[in-house]
């Protein structure tokens, strides 16, 4: 059974900072973060492979959010900086066997989000 624990959200204001973390139980999987604010679809924000190796991030967010990962401590982080009111969102990480995909349905597993509020 696989369990994903994010923490970290909070209210916070334009420019300013917040790091997301996300506890995972069982083995190592892929893992993505992914965003959904209201009234939109869920959109994909940034992904890590196993090792931690490779990343890839939504233009959005690029240059701004830093995924990371401490496999001994099986968790992985979202370093979010420069905030914008457009980032306000639930974030969702999420856990897949795949290649760390853009794709949400490519992912098994998802936590229950944290919600991100980003005052202007």
């Known amino acids: 059974q696989v369990q994903l624990v994010e923490s970290g959200g909070g209210l916070v204001q334009a420019g300013g900072s917040l790091r997301l973390s996300c506890a995972a139980s069982g083995r190592t999987f892929n893992m993505g973060w992914f965003r959904q604010a209201p009234g939109k679809e869920r959109e994909f924000v940034a992904a890590i492979s196993r090792s931690g190796g490779n990343t890839n991030y939504a233009d959005s967010v690029k240059g701004r959010f830093t995924i990371s990962r401490d496999n001994a401590k099986n968790t992985v982080y979202l370093q979010m900086n420069s905030l914008k009111p457009e980032d306000t969102a639930v974030y969702y990480c999420?856990?897949?066997?795949?290649?760390?995909?853009?794709?949400?349905?490519?992912?098994?597993?998802w936590g229950q989000g944290t919600q991100v509020t980003v005052s202007s």
């Open positions: 999420a856990a897949t066997s795949i290649s760390p995909t853009v794709v949400a349905g490519d992912y098994r597993h």
